[in-house]
């Protein structure tokens, strides 16, 4: 009761004190930067594999006959968002031959992506069910690496203690990756409708796409970081230090006792949990949203029009304005509110599954839906961003990323059983999602001093 209390007088607060107009000018002036296009485009490409293997996926085996609990378990090759911290060291690290440590990585990953699309466009569900889950594994191993180079690439453009800076990277970069996720989600989804695209041919036409991404790589200009030197500031090698143990040390094990050490391991565990624990109510959510869809009795080309094209410029939209709040009342309010919010949209979902496919409520839970996520997403990178050790930033980055990542993938992977058990009840199954919020608003709430310390070392 007193967060909830607590969060309601900060969202008086905000829109009571809304910022003025030449704080408005002065925070736009902060997007003025062509850094943030290559942000924005990596975003996109960051979104985009999510399509491949996840609404794509489940639309596919779901009008393949598949099961509620089958489709929520294939999204267990979603885990190796959560697992791709274990090898992020080596990314950051290892420097490509060709395009520079961050974009290097990006285009080979890209690169990979695209070749996986064409070998499942070949394939066939009812035949070929352990290929499309093995090809679609192959698809979240690359996009995971992408995503550790792609938030060290973020993390590397922006000044280091610039703390408005990242926050309106992260915003930017949220809005990239819904525009992959909804704005070119939507077209397999309006093809599927009106064209006689199947599922697997849809395949070719997300390579097109991610070939596309892959020329906006290669003309991205790749930050310039010192990370050698940073790592001797950190790790005080002498000059003699020259052998395989101090390499392996660096690599595997300096950036993560470097995390520890900095805030203490009780801090350092609680940062860790809070991040496990904000989304998985959303996760849950997010995993069954395909199935419950088309279950209600929205079309394709509902789904296309309201879930991905109006989520995306909702997105958009809010991502851009919670980079301002954050800007002027901190990334901890930013996270309290959206919280809230977060719960409240879950609950519209239940009221569609009381009353059936009505596009105008559909709309509305979108628009809602679409603010909580972007709001607490934008919030959530900056508050990463700025708990990264620029030497390390790629693997402290990928580190907590994963952990958020892991309600999404590991937990969430069982809510088709969870709908099942439910016999099906989806206004008690989106009850339950909203109730999944509560703890780690109450967890936010205890450590919101810890929070404002770490905004006010970025100052």
Request: glycine residues 8%; proline residues 2%; neutral net charge.
């Amino acid at each position: 009761m007193l967060v909830a209390k607590h969060a309601l007088s900060w969202l008086n607060i905000v829109f009571a004190t809304w910022p003025k107009a030449e704080f408005l000018l002065a925070a736009i002036k902060t997007y003025n930067d062509k850094r943030f296009l290559s942000i924005f485009f990596f975003g996109v490409s960051s979104g985009f594999p999510w399509i491949m293997i996840g609404s794509v996926l489940s639309a596919w085996l779901k009008d393949e006959g598949l099961s509620r609990s089958a489709i929520g378990l294939f999204g267990m090759i979603f885990a190796t968002y959560s697992f791709n911290f274990l090898w992020s060291p080596l990314v950051d690290k290892l420097k490509p031959p060709m395009l520079g440590q961050r974009r290097g990585w990006i285009f080979a990953m890209q690169s990979l992506i695209v070749m996986c699309c064409l070998t499942m466009s070949l394939l066939r569900a009812e035949s070929d069910l352990y290929y499309v889950a093995l090809v679609g594994l192959f698809i979240a191993i690359a996009s995971a690496t992408q995503d550790i180079a792609i938030d060290g690439f973020r993390i590397d453009t922006i000044a280091e203690n610039d703390r408005d800076g990242m926050s309106a990277a992260s915003s930017v970069a949220t809005a990239g990756w819904w525009t992959g996720y909804g704005g070119l989600g939507a077209i397999p989804f309006f093809l599927a409708d009106m064209t006689t695209w199947t599922w697997p041919s849809m395949y070719l036409l997300l390579a097109g796409f991610m070939l596309l991404l892959m020329l906006a790589t290669l003309f991205t200009q790749e930050p310039i970081v010192d990370r050698e030197a940073l790592l001797d500031r950190v790790s005080h090698k002498q000059s003699t230090q020259s052998s395989l143990g101090y390499w392996l040390k660096s690599t595997l094990v300096t950036p993560f006792a470097e995390f520890f050490s900095r805030n203490g391991v009780k801090l350092a565990a609680s940062f860790l949990l809070f991040i496990f624990l904000f989304k998985i109510g959303e996760a849950f959510l997010g995993r069954m949203s395909i199935v419950f869809y088309k279950e209600v009795g929205f079309s394709n080309s509902d789904i296309a029009t309201y879930s991905k094209l109006l989520n995306w410029w909702v997105t958009i939209l809010f991502s851009i304005l919670g980079g301002i709040v954050n800007i002027r009342y901190g990334i901890y309010k930013g996270l309290m509110i959206a919280g809230i919010a977060m719960a409240a949209s879950n609950l519209l979902f239940a009221v569609i599954a009381q009353t059936g496919p009505s596009t105008s409520l559909l709309a509305v839970t979108v628009i809602v839906d679409g603010f909580t996520g972007a709001w607490s997403t934008v919030a959530m990178v900056a508050f990463i961003s700025l708990l990264c050790n620029r030497a390390f930033s790629a693997t402290q980055y990928a580190l907590m990323a994963s952990l958020s990542v892991a309600g999404r993938t590991l937990v969430a992977s069982s809510s088709g059983l969870f709908v099942d058990a439910l016999d099906g009840n989806w206004s008690l199954f989106f009850v339950c999602t909203a109730l999944m919020v509560i703890p780690s608003l109450c967890f936010l709430y205890s450590i919101r001093e810890d929070i404002k310390k770490v905004e006010c070392s970025n100052n």
